[in-house]
């Protein structure tokens, strides 16, 4: 495939050999999410956001697997160094010994990076915060129940703050954190002594005009011109007359940019307010970068565009691993208090992860996020969205919101049918995710088929 000059070209979708693919896997999966009846073929032609189905559908791919995928498909970077990889049987080994390949070369510069690199370069990413040790394991959800352990060893407390709209996994203690949609923890018993406040996205220069309940004004929340407005932490923290003793919190958790709860980007005297009670009662604070680090919002996380330090940092998606970063001293010194049969152990995935860093790096793709990002929000603007209520983002971390979850829906088909793949997030919003070195030419692309789509779907409903 020629991505200089490929376009999406759909003839029926799903067609019939991915109808029949689609029938087959259910037959013995247990109930999950599928976006789409898509079924990729992953031997066929792909090059950066393009990709082809089992029927030769060639589709534009503005979801990254929900970031997964921060290079999109066939990246030549990756595919050569992968290509020339002995690879080990099995790929994936047990344990927390060292495994390099043969004739490998030093430490500091291997033909083949795996753990020890990958760890490497995340602490050097993080230095700038002070965290300079990595625990490696296989998924997002397992890199912040690592956050959070380390947080209730190290602090000894057995309280935490999470915020309204929050996803962090799906794991009993993840999912205790969870505030975005009551599927995800309905029936499950929660890890006690969780709380929550509002995520605010909306405070500006008057804080007494924030609507989402965070800050507090003395004539009531959300509105009037008391300059004493303060936030609901802050009162619950209060040593004298709050209820949530500051010593007994082990941590706050807060993705930098909301995922799943809508790609809510958080205002900045939110961020300043949780950066100022961490400090002021000596609480750790996690960010949960998994879906918004490693470059997505045109920083490496995106937590470096505000004021928060934070403690502890939770990553993975991008990086195929999952991390869980922090300094030595939050660390339990205890071997075994921290451990996994599969820690470390999977060298082509680290390796990936190694690679995509790189890359990352070498060709300035932070840069190229920004100014992709600017891009397809002037588009967004231009395009007059019919049903959509706001656009919004931070680099290629993207999302249109419109007026009901029905119109939303409504437009993922559309835009499937018209050969691009978007995915929903919050209960009306659609997140855009291209590829880091997605280009001018494959944006303009994807926001044309978008527009198309969304007044399509417009169209339709007035008939």
């Known amino acids: 495939m020629d991505r200089e000059t490929a376009t999406p070209a759909v003839d029926g979708i799903p067609g019939e050999r991915a109808s029949q693919w689609v029938e087959a896997h259910h037959e013995h999966a247990a109930p999950s999410t599928y976006v789409y009846e898509f079924v990729w073929d992953h031997t066929a032609p792909a090059s950066g956001p393009f990709c082809t189905d089992v029927d030769g559908n060639t589709l534009l791919d503005f979801t990254a697997h929900v970031g997964a995928a921060p290079l999109g498909y066939d990246n030549p970077a990756i595919r050569d160094r992968l290509d020339a990889l002995d690879l080990p049987e099995p790929g994936k080994i047990a344990g927390q010994d060292f495994y390099v390949a043969g004739g490998n070369g030093p430490p500091d510069d291997p033909a083949f990076p795996g753990p020890t690199q990958l760890q490497d370069r995340l602490a050097d990413r993080a230095d700038q915060y002070g965290l300079d040790t990595v625990f490696l394991s296989n998924s997002g959800a397992e890199a912040v129940e690592n956050a959070i352990k380390i947080c209730y060893d190290e602090t000894g407390g057995h309280r935490a703050i999470t915020f309204e709209g929050a996803f962090h996994g ?275 692309m994807g926001i044309e088929l978008f527009g198309d789509a969304v007044r399509s779907v417009a169209g339709a409903r007035e008939v």
């Open 170 to 444: 799906r794991t009993l203690g993840a999912l205790s954190l969870n505030r975005s949609k009551h599927v995800q923890r309905r029936g499950f018993p929660d890890v006690g002594g969780v709380v929550d406040a509002p995520y605010c996205d909306d405070a500006g220069d008057d804080l007494t005009n924030c609507d989402c309940g965070f800050f507090v004004g003395g004539d009531g929340h959300g509105s009037g011109t008391d300059a004493t407005a303060e936030s609901v932490l802050r009162r619950k923290l209060d040593p004298d007359s709050g209820h949530l003793p500051p010593e007994e919190v082990a941590y706050i958790i807060v993705e930098p940019i909301q995922g799943e709860g809508g790609y809510r980007i958080p205002s900045d005297p939110f961020l300043e307010e949780l950066a100022d009670l961490a400090d002021l009662h000596d609480i750790p604070i996690v960010v949960d970068e998994i879906q918004s680090g490693i470059g997505r919002t045109g920083e490496f996380w995106a937590v470096d565009h505000g004021p928060i330090d934070p403690d502890v940092i939770a990553a993975a998606k991008g990086l195929r691993v999952g991390a869980t970063i922090a300094d030595s001293d939050t660390f339990p010194e205890t071997e075994g208090r921290l451990s996994s049969t599969w820690g470390a152990g999977d060298v082509i995935a680290a390796l990936q992860g190694v690679l995509t860093l790189d890359v990352i790096e070498d060709r300035n793709l932070l840069a190229n996020a920004t100014r992709r990002g600017e891009q397809c929000l002037e588009l967004l603007d231009d395009a007059d969205l019919p049903g959509a209520v706001d656009a919004r983002g931070r680099g290629l971390m993207m999302a249109v919101e419109f007026e009901g979850p029905e119109r939303r829906n409504a437009v993922v088909r559309e835009c499937f049918e018209h050969g691009l793949l978007v995915l929903g997030c919050g209960h009306r919003t659609i997140r855009l995710l291209p590829p880091l070195d997605v280009r001018e030419r494959e944006i303009a």
